[in-house]
T-cell receptor
Framework: NAGVTQTPKFRILKIGQSMTLQCAQDMNHNYMYWYRQDPGMGLKLIYYSVGAGITDKGEVPNGYNVSRSTTEDFPLRLELAAPSQTSVYFC????????????????FGPGTRLTVT | AQKITQTQPGMFVQEKEAVTLDCTYDTSDQSYGLFWYKQPSSGEMIFLIYQGSYDEQNATEGRYSLNFQKARKSANLVISASQLGDSAMYFCAMRLLFGNEKLTFGTGTRLTIIP
């Protein structure tokens, strides 16, 4: 299994440009997430999805949009890139069981390093 | 809201020694899970260990163990017999067990193993 894949690995954008970060998982997980990691910091949640057609905002959603039309894919859209969006972006997924009490770990993709200049 | 605090920005440890990475958390919920992830210089996030709030025993996974003190709201990671490959960033995270499975991360501890 490929697990969680992300494309591209690296990208440089000019201020005001738009782009879509792709994320796909082949584990049939219902939950998917987008995080950003700024230098020297932990991960902050941008958006998440509990299933196809259902998305919700996380801690830092401004400047981003998501959609989830299939179980497998969860793209992240940046409409008007700003220098503050320079970061490493991680996509993750989990097959969470409601109240399972178990360690339903999140599986992370390799990340996309984005620079906005 | 949940909060994770990791007070050690960086640590240096001699190879083969044990090391404890601190993590304290704050939540008003009774049902939650605590995770530790490792992030090597290559950047990927690697799951290490999990502890549920109702687990009576401390979790262990090979050289990793989690020292869970519920009353103190701490979930420290203990690495026994450290190796050079343990040099990495380590993140503590938590999520509620009855919710949307969002993880809240701490700011991390950079561990450097000295040969």
């Amino acid at each position: 299994n490929a697990g969680v894949t992300q494309t591209p690995k690296f990208r440089i954008l000019k201020i005001g440009q738009s782009m879509t970060l792709q994320c796909a998982q082949d584990m049939n997980h219902n939950y998917m997430y987008w995080y950003r990691q700024d230098p020297g910091m932990g991960l902050k949640l941008i958006y998440y999805s509990v299933g196809a057609g259902i998305t919700d905002k996380g801690e830092v959603p401004n400047g981003y949009n998501v959609s989830r039309s299939t179980t497998e894919d969860f793209p992240l859209r940046l409409e008007l890139a700003a220098p503050s969006q320079t970061s490493v972006y991680f996509c993750a997924s989990t097959q969470a069981s409601y109240g399972s009490g178990g360690g339903d770990e999140q599986y992370f993709g390799p990340g996309t390093r984005l620079t906005v200049t | 809201a949940q909060k994770i605090t990791q007070t050690q920005p960086g640590m240096f440890v001699q190879e083969k020694e044990a090391v404890t990475l601190d993590c304290t958390y704050d939540t008003s919920d009774q049902s939650y899970g605590l995770f530790w992830y490792k992030q090597p210089s290559s950047g990927e996030m690697i799951f290490l260990i999990y502890q549920g709030s109702y687990d009576e025993q401390n979790a262990t996974e090979g050289r990793y163990s989690l020292n869970f003190q519920k009353a103190r709201k701490s979930a420290n990671l203990v690495i026994s017999a450290s190796q050079l490959g343990d040099s990495a960033m380590y993140f503590c995270a938590m999520r509620l067990l009855f919710g949307n499975e969002k993880l809240t991360f701490g700011t991390g501890t950079r561990l450097t193993i000295i040969p």
